[in-house]
């Protein structure tokens, strides 16, 4: 009998729980502190010997138990315990902790203009996904499920919203397989390139949009790269690119739908002191809309992406940045 792979997997077999949520234990949130407090009382830059070498000899489980949640179970997983806005230390030096953290599960990337390699998640007033060159981390609507750049995905919550903004995430895997029971004529579809704006964050001289396809196989595994509202923007932007197909605005659609389906697409709120990470290559995900009212805290989340030699990136990046 086949053994179903863990990382294809429908709403109702996830739930919260170790497979794909804990909190650090006693002795790795005073490593934490201990790193933050370092960097917060030091000149110390994120690459700093010191603090790599201490989160290395103290936290090696832990970034192994992660890895290994991100290739052989679900393809996320959550860590909670770390601190938020509401403790002690700026985001300045949470973000240096960010980077030294991750930088034992990948290599940090650039992701914009600016060189940033932590990107500050947080709406913009006024802003809306049909703003120029608007991206999803600065709207406060709901964020139809993609992809990002990089083999891993991190976000770290400081602030979350008081209503909405829930994390959705989808097994590529799963949709693959759906589509293809339901109309496996477009899941070919989904197989062929597709033009997707970069946004204005290509470097310079470089192509102002990417071609690339949903679906590919990278030998013998399946990888995904998916983000319909760049495609529709290149549409737009672009009149010398050819035009949709009828096939490919059927295929989208259909992504759309099955990527969304109560049956496939698990939600989860990242509350502050957590950091989600995501399997980039196996791991949809999405975002509820949401709201703060006056006076309330702004959802404020921190985000990396790696790569790493251990998850194999198909995809050039469309954003225009490393892949």
């Given at each position: 009998m086949k053994q179903m792979n863990p990382l294809k997997w429908y709403s109702n077999e996830v739930k919260e729980g170790p497979a794909n949520s804990r909190e650090l234990s006693i002795h790795?949130?005073?490593?934490?502190?201990?790193?933050?407090?370092l960097l917060e009382h030091s000149d110390f830059s994120w690459d700093n010997s010191t603090v790599k070498n201490t989160l290395h000899h103290e936290?090696?489980?832990?970034?192994?138990?992660?890895?290994?949640?991100?290739?052989?179970?679900?393809?996320?997983?959550?860590?909670?315990?770390?601190?938020?806005?509401?403790?002690?230390?700026?985001?300045?030096?949470?973000?240096?902790?960010?980077?030294?953290?991750?930088?034992?599960?990948?290599?940090?990337?650039?992701?914009n203009k600016n060189n940033d390699l932590i990107f500050d998640v947080k709406s913009i007033e006024g802003m809306t996904l049909d703003t120029r060159d608007s991206r999803g981390p600065y709207v406060k609507e709901a964020l139809p499920m993609h992809t990002d750049a990089g083999a891993i995905l991190g976000m770290y919550c400081l602030a979350s919203a008081d209503v909405g903004g829930h994390t959705i995430l989808a097994s590529s895997r799963t949709v693959h397989d759906e589509i293809q029971k339901i109309r496996p004529d477009l899941l070919d579809v989904l197989y062929q390139p597709v033009y997707a704006d970069r946004r204005g964050n290509e470097p310079a001289g470089a192509s102002p949009y990417d071609l690339s396809p949903v679906f590919a196989m990278h030998g013998d595994e399946l990888r995904c790269q998916y983000h319909q509202p760049f495609y529709n923007d290149a549409q737009k932007k672009f009149p010398e690119l050819p035009r949709y197909t009828p096939q490919q605005i059927e295929a989208m659609e259909l992504f759309d739908q099955v990527s969304l389906r109560k049956d496939i697409a698990f939600e989860t709120k990242v509350k502050p002191g957590s950091i989600i990470f995501i399997n980039n290559e196996e791991i949809l995900h999405g975002r509820t809309s949401f709201d703060h009212p006056e006076n309330q805290t702004v959802r404020h989340l921190l985000r990396i992406w790696l790569n790493t030699p251990k998850i194999k990136h198909t995809f050039p990046s469309f954003l225009g940045y490393p892949g």
């Amino acid at each position: 009998m086949k053994q179903m792979n863990p990382l294809k997997w429908y709403s109702n077999e996830v739930k919260e729980g170790p497979a794909n949520s804990r909190e650090l234990s006693i002795h790795e949130k005073k490593i934490v502190i201990q790193v933050l407090d370092l960097l917060e009382h030091s000149d110390f830059s994120w690459d700093n010997s010191t603090v790599k070498n201490t989160l290395h000899h103290e936290l090696l489980p832990l970034f192994d138990e992660i890895m290994h949640s991100l290739i052989h179970v679900r393809g996320f997983i959550t860590l909670t315990g770390f601190p938020s806005a509401n403790d002690k230390y700026s985001a300045d030096v949470i973000k240096k902790f960010l980077l030294a953290f991750c930088s034992h599960l990948g290599s940090p990337l650039i992701q914009n203009k600016n060189n940033d390699l932590i990107f500050d998640v947080k709406s913009i007033e006024g802003m809306t996904l049909d703003t120029r060159d608007s991206r999803g981390p600065y709207v406060k609507e709901a964020l139809p499920m993609h992809t990002d750049a990089g083999a891993i995905l991190g976000m770290y919550c400081l602030a979350s919203a008081d209503v909405g903004g829930h994390t959705i995430l989808a097994s590529s895997r799963t949709v693959h397989d759906e589509i293809q029971k339901i109309r496996p004529d477009l899941l070919d579809v989904l197989y062929q390139p597709v033009y997707a704006d970069r946004r204005g964050n290509e470097p310079a001289g470089a192509s102002p949009y990417d071609l690339s396809p949903v679906f590919a196989m990278h030998g013998d595994e399946l990888r995904c790269q998916y983000h319909q509202p760049f495609y529709n923007d290149a549409q737009k932007k672009f009149p010398e690119l050819p035009r949709y197909t009828p096939q490919q605005i059927e295929a989208m659609e259909l992504f759309d739908q099955v990527s969304l389906r109560k049956d496939i697409a698990f939600e989860t709120k990242v509350k502050p002191g957590s950091i989600i990470f995501i399997n980039n290559e196996e791991i949809l995900h999405g975002r509820t809309s949401f709201d703060h009212p006056e006076n309330q805290t702004v959802r404020h989340l921190l985000r990396i992406w790696l790569n790493t030699p251990k998850i194999k990136h198909t995809f050039p990046s469309f954003l225009g940045y490393p892949g």
